[in-house]
């Protein structure tokens, strides 16, 4: 069936570092992989999304990578800040005729100040 | 423009309940979809509808309910509840056609006791 792995599930790093999140799905139909990223308290709010015509998309210190014949994709962050601390979603999904979106189980990333 | 709004924000209801929840897409978009979010599962796909049409299902079992109105308004219903119900439903709205991105509200959270 539909699945997204992500890992890590847990990702500390000190102010300035990078961080690289990565998920691998399993439907070879998949051709849509947005992140989220959900504050406490907060629905999960879309940070970046790729399409499977595109290898990598960067929007400032995010960006995103996808490798279709290994069925991967990452999220990397750079120049991380504390207020990048959150819970991050990787997902998956067909973009046929529905919107269902397969997520990932998510990734509690913390920035040390 | 304004955001996914979803009401209530917080409620309590007795196990054999049933409860109704509410969500307004952003304006112009057509599509809703809803999913239920608990620390065991994850973020589960419940139902999306289009055009007042539920167009994807998801594997939840029949007393979880939707549906759309002319305006795009979404409500989902579940009927006599269970203590495993208790968990953060969030609704999120995209254009529908093309098929684009999702935005999230920031959820209900329900707990059946």
């Known amino acids: 069936g539909e699945n997204v792995e992500q890992h890590p599930s847990t990702l500390s790093v000190q102010e300035g570092d990078s961080a690289v999140i990565k998920c691998t799905y399993s439907?070879?139909?998949?051709?849509?992989f947005p992140w989220y990223k959900q504050e406490l308290g907060k629905g999960p709010q879309l940070i970046i999304d790729?399409?499977?015509?595109?290898g990598e998309k960067k929007d400032q210190r995010i960006a995103v990578t996808l490798n279709k014949t290994a069925k991967h994709f990452s999220l990397h962050i750079t120049e991380t800040q504390p207020e990048d601390s959150a819970v991050y979603f990787c997902?998956?999904?067909?973009?046929?005729?529905?919107?269902?979106?397969?997520f990932g189980s998510g990734t509690r990333l913390l920035v040390r100040p | 423009k304004a955001g996914v709004t979803q009401t209530p924000r917080y409620l309590i209801k007795t196990r054999g309940q049933q409860v109704t929840l509410s969500c307004s897409p952003i304006?112009?978009?057509?599509?809703v979809s809803w999913y239920q979010q608990t620390p065991g599962q994850g973020l589960q796909f419940l139902f999306e509808?289009?055009?007042?049409?539920?167009?994807n299902k998801g594997n939840f079992p029949g007393r979880f309910s939707g549906r759309q109105f002319s305006n795009s308004r979404s409500e989902m219903n579940v009927s006599t509840l269970e203590l495993g119900d208790s968990a953060l439903y969030l609704c999120?709205?995209?254009?529908?056609?093309?098929?684009?991105?999702?935005?999230f509200g920031p959820g209900t959270r329900l707990t059946v006791t």
């Open positions: 999120a709205s995209s254009p529908g056609t093309p098929v684009g991105e999702q935005y």
């Open positions: 439907d070879s139909a998949s051709n849509y």
């Open positions: 790729i399409r499977s015509n595109v």
């Open positions: 997902a998956a999904s067909r973009r046929d005729s529905s919107y269902k979106l397969i």
């Open positions: 304006s112009g978009h057509r599509s």
């Open positions: 509808y289009f055009s007042e049409t539920q167009r």
